[in-house]
């Protein structure tokens, strides 16, 4: 117990908690900021300047949203490291960090680039231009967050099955360990709402129709995403 107390580092816990935290406060602002512009209303019922305002704040949400995901998850296995320092261990948790880090980046350049011109992101009613598949994005976004969330749950399991302790004290750890699963269920719970979006383009003048109903259709995504990154570090 000694030698595990020593590799603690209240410095950097400190610094991983601040930085995960600000990022997650960023993420719940700008989800209020995108109430006082239409969040959660149909379309019909919102400005075009409000629109674009709207959007602009959506894209950057999805971006800082990324971002809170991946502190989380690398405060994660910053935390088992510090648990488990086996070198075997220590090589697959770099694995899933690179492929986490790779993520974020990869989803940070789709949210930024997926219009041509990029400002059609903020104001689709142009009609100049082309947006990326909404759906492909969707899908290609919470694969692989849903795998890296899987395989940072797995991470200790190995190493508490290796624990010279009786079967219920293992049992109680890897329940402990293993309460992190609500995330990927957060994430395909997510997934499902978003579906609700693929046919739908949410600037259509004519409240009657499907369409006019983006924006409003836009908050449960938006909610679960806060969602599923806030009781993380609760």
Not at 105 to 116: G, N, P
Not at 148 to 153: M, R, S
Not at 157 to 166: A, E, F, G
Request: glycine share 4%; net charge positive; proline share 5%.
């Amino acid at each position: 117990m000694d030698g595990l107390y020593a590799r603690d580092d209240p410095k950097a816990d400190r610094s991983s908690e601040l930085n995960t935290t600000t990022t997650i406060v960023l993420v719940l602002g700008l989800n209020y900021g995108m109430i006082a512009h239409g969040l959660g209303k149909h379309a019909a019922n919102v400005s075009l300047e409000d629109q674009a305002i709207f959007f602009k704040i959506l894209l950057a949400f999805e971006c800082i949203y990324v971002t809170a995901v991946m502190m989380v998850k690398l405060a994660l296995i910053q935390m088992y490291l510090r648990i488990f320092p086996s070198r075997r261990f220590k090589l697959v948790s770099a694995i899933i960090a690179a492929t986490v880090v790779a993520w974020w980046i990869a989803i940070c350049a789709v949210c930024i680039f997926q219009c041509r011109p990029i400002r059609r992101a903020w104001m689709p009613w142009l009609t100049e231009g082309t947006c990326i598949d909404l759906k492909a994005s969707f899908i290609g976004n919470a694969i692989p967050n849903i795998a890296t969330d899987i395989a940072i749950l797995c991470l200790p399991v190995r190493q508490i099955l290796k624990l010279q302790v009786n079967v219920a004290q293992k049992l109680s750890l890897l329940v402990i360990f293993l309460l992190g699963g609500l995330d990927p269920c957060y994430s395909m719970h997510l997934v499902c709402r978003r579906s609700s979006l693929w046919n739908h383009r949410p600037l259509s003048p004519d409240p009657e129709t499907t369409h006019a109903k983006g924006v409003f259709k836009i908050r449960k995504c938006v909610t679960f995403q806060a969602m599923e990154v806030f009781p993380i570090t609760t």
